[in-house]
């Protein structure tokens, strides 16, 4: 039996909680968890006494006054900045979309600070494995926004969503004095808030220079722990030097990886080489098919490492090399020797070697630091790789700074499991490279990965007739990409799953919410509270359609975008029914009793409604309490 709702009195609710319209808020879950550890800690009213959490804690907390961190002017903000709820919502785009109503890929045009803040209830704790390539700073290269305070409001303005009041988004040139620091407020929050939506076993890679490698690495460890730090990886970005270079020819970048916790991750092995595999041979003609010979002496010292050993030829060795030792005592090796384990040379009367065989080793080989542009592809083959997939009209458009898709298919392969649903998420998606590297993996290994893709709508320098922004590429690749893939195996079915792969995207795009919010703000005088209170009699903002509010309901109700939705007719009105039927929603503006007992007698979990379909009928919203109650809907809400 469903738990029946309470309101915050503990007696049974009559009336339906309004949906809360903000995203996830992270600092009431730190609030929560502090509090729950340490119930000491609380205060009348519910917040944390500092001074009871530090005796709380005792000698683990640190007082002094001087401490190794990280620190620029600007890092209070980026406190706040996390610490602001978003009140934007993502629209949906079918026409822009592929297979909208099927897929479960996402390209989500927007700022992705805010994106980010709007996924932390639908997706905290699901996404497998973040890539992100960010501005590098290298002067006049990133756009931010100037107040991070209002950067939905700053965002819509960009994007002319509104009438601008002189808040904008804007370059960081070397010549700023805050050149570093603004890069490190950009990159802080978006960083903080993308750790909550990986997975415990999750992984981010990052891709960086030389200008911003040692605060980048500063920053994630703070927002990660030092301790679950991986690797950072030098990828060999170009084929040949440049021997235009001032000082040296840069031929490399960076990419930094941390793990959720690194005592969870794991990488997967990578394929094994033709190279690796040519070492194996089998000249002796053992069953145990292909191996090769490691020598059989080392120079660790241990007491029994020295004695004579006879080779089968007859020949008589003392011991082994000067400064060595054998690796094994006398007894292991004649073991060894007596399973066939032990070369000889052809003769037989060589050093001893002992044999390691290709069916006994790994299947695979162990990640290095060094990615060389020869295994995962280099930035001019990028370049190209673009523009066979994007018909520039102005070559200037063409993105000098992405990735190949090689790069990012190596992320793949350690990061995710081809037979596993795995959400991979890039909110600097630039020209899209990480959804085309996506479904190339997925159709070299059979996998199942899903994308979601964030991309400001940065204006291009030459507007194109089809292409006006960055965010116009990175949909126009993906696009391109599915077309080539359909086109070249007509629907192959996965081989681990025995279905279609998904080769399709929805399109979302930020927005200001579709509900008008109580501006709290206004005079406290009775003409401007009636105005505000006018303005919420219906308080649906202009232009919005049906699926507009619903994607927006679910996804501040912890759904994901990609939710399975069905639409019924229950007593002659639309309800819509989300993920198999766990939700209904009724969007209906002349809500009845009829329709009420329908959705009732259906038993979901939760019911959320549209608050103006009451039409002020009070007893009707309360009969709507009571019948859901006895029903056992365990949450109602209106909006």
């Known amino acids: 039996m469903k738990q029946a709702k309470y309101d ?83 629209l949906p785009c079918r026409e822009e979309s592929v297979d909208f109503d099927t897929t479960e890929n996402l390209i989500i045009e927007g700022d992705n600070l805010e994106v980010l803040k709007l996924l932390q209830k639908s997706y905290l704790g699901k996404v497998k494995m973040i890539y992100i390539d960010p501005p590098y700073n290298t002067g006049n290269d990133f756009i931010y926004p100037d ?35 603004k890069w490190l407020s950009m990159m802080w929050p978006r960083l903080y808030m993308a750790r909550n939506l990986l997975r415990d076993d999750g992984m981010l890679f ?22 679950n730090f991986i690797a950072t990886v030098i990828w060999q970005k170009v084929f040949s030097p440049k021997n235009s270079a001032r000082h040296f020819s840069e031929d490399h970048d960076y990419i930094v990886a941390y793990a959720r916790h690194a005592d969870v991750w794991r990488p997967r092995l990578l394929p094994r080489t ?50 060595t030792y054998w690796r094994m005592k006398k007894d292991k090796f004649l073991e060894l020797d007596r399973d066939g384990r032990i070369w000889w040379g052809k003769d037989g009367n060589g050093t001893p070697r002992l044999k390691r065989f290709l069916s006994e080793v790994k299947q695979g080989r162990v990640p290095q630091t060094f990615w060389p542009y020869e295994e995962v592809g280099h930035t001019q083959g990028a370049k190209k790789q673009l523009m066979e997939h994007v018909a520039f009209e102005q070559t200037d458009n063409v993105i000098d700074s992405i990735k190949p898709t090689g790069l990012i298919r190596r992320m793949l392969q350690l990061a995710t499991e081809p037979s596993e649903v795995d959400v991979v998420l890039d909110f600097c998606a630039g020209s899209g490279s990480t959804g085309h590297a996506v479904f190339e993996q997925n159709e070299e290994d059979g996998g199942n990965r899903r994308f979601i893709l964030v991309q400001l709508p940065e204006p291009l320098p030459q507007p194109e007739t089809e292409l006006r922004t960055i965010a116009d590429i990175t949909k126009e690749r993906v696009r391109r990409v599915i077309k080539k893939l359909n086109e070249s195996d007509t629907g192959q079915l996965s081989l681990e799953r025995g279905k279609k792969q998904d080769r399709g995207f929805r399109v979302y795009k930020l927005a200001e919410s579709s509900f008008k919010p109580w501006n709290a703000d206004v005079p406290h005088d009775a003409e401007a509270v009636a105005q505000q209170l006018d303005l919420h009699v219906d308080h649906i903002r202009e232009g919005r359609s049906t699926e507009d509010l619903l994607w927006e309901i679910l996804l501040k109700s912890g759904f994901p975008l990609t939710t399975p939705i069905e639409t019924l007719t ?70």
């Not at 009871?52 to 007082?63: E, K, M, P, W």
């Not at 990052?206 to 301790?227: H, K, M, P, Q, W």
Request: aromatic fraction near 8%.
């Open 570 to 639: 229950l007593a002659g009105k639309t309800v819509h029914a989300a993920a198999g039927g766990e939700m209904l929603l009724c969007l209906d503006r002349a809500l009845t009793l009829e329709v009420i007992r329908a959705i009732a007698e259906r038993e979901p979990s939760r019911v959320v409604l549209l608050d103006a379909g009451f039409a002020g009928n009070d007893q009707l919203k309360a009969n709507a309490a009571q019948i859901f109650k006895t029903k056992g809907v365990v949450s109602f809400r209106t909006v």
């Open 147 to 181: 107040d991070y305070s209002e950067s939905l409001q700053t965002y819509l303005q960009y994007t002319g969503q509104v009438d601008a009041e002189g808040k904008k988004f804007g370059t960081n040139t070397e010549t700023d004095g805050r050149f570093h620091s």
């Open 206 to 227: 990052v891709s960086c220079d030389d200008n911003e490698i040692s605060n980048l690495r500063a920053t994630l460890n703070e927002i990660f722990g030092e301790e």
């Open 274 to 323: 033709n190279e690796m595999e040519a070492r194996y041979e089998n000249p002796d003609g053992d069953l145990r098919g292909p191996w090769t010979s490691g020598d059989f002496s080392a120079r660790n010292y241990y007491s029994e490492g020295t004695y004579a050993i006879t080779c089968p030829s007859g020949r008589e060795i003392s011991g082994p090399p000067p400064g």
């Open 8 to 90: 915050n009195t503990g007696s049974e609710a009559s009336e339906p909680n309004r949906l809360d319209l903000r995203s996830h808020d992270v600092t009431e879950d730190k609030r929560r968890e502090l509090l729950r550890l340490f119930p000491e800690a609380r205060t009348e009213g519910g917040k944390i006494d500092f001074e009871r959490l530090r005796l709380a804690l005792g000698t683990v907390v640190d007082v002094g006054k001087e401490r190794y961190g990280l620190t620029w002017p600007g890092k209070a903000e980026c406190f706040q900045a996390v610490q602001t709820p978003s009140l934007g919502t993502l």
